[in-house]
């Protein structure tokens, strides 16, 4: 079974940047949209940046000019490159990609830990 592997997590200082990345453990095709979602301690998972096959991208209003989400669909891999970090962006980041099967089936990855120290 195809699985997601995210990495790229870390632990960074305010003002700092990250670089996450996800990627498919398998070949897989047919991927509709790629995202990225956090949650942090004690709060509900939140949507961060959305990217579909059409190249259309969207973003939380807190990370927007700060975060910057891009694919490489020949390598089925997504990225979320991380500026200007706050300690309130202090997650596990998650990527999602939904497919383009019937019923539009969801992967997830395991998560990456991204802290950032004030």
């Known amino acids: 079974q195809v699985q997601l592997v995210e990495s790229g997590g870390g632990l960074v200082q305010a003002g700092g940047s990250l670089r996450l990345s996800c990627a498919a453990s398998?070949?897989?095709?047919?991927?509709?949209?790629m995202d990225w979602y956090r949650q942090a301690p004690g709060k509900q998972r939140e949507l961060v940046a959305a990217?579909?096959?059409?190249?259309?991208?969207n973003y939380a209003d807190s990370v927007k000019g700060r975060f910057t989400i891009s694919r490489d669909n020949a390598k089925n891999t997504v990225y979320l490159q991380m500026n200007s970090l706050k300690p309130e962006d202090t997650a596990v980041y998650y990527c999602?990609?939904?497919?383009?099967?019937?019923?539009?089936?969801?992967?997830w990855g395991q998560g990456t830990l991204v802290t950032v120290s004030s």
């Open positions: 999602k990609w939904t497919l383009g099967w019937p019923g539009h089936p969801e992967l």
């Open positions: 990217s579909t096959s059409g190249g259309s991208t």
């Open positions: 398998g070949s897989i095709f047919s991927i509709n949209a």
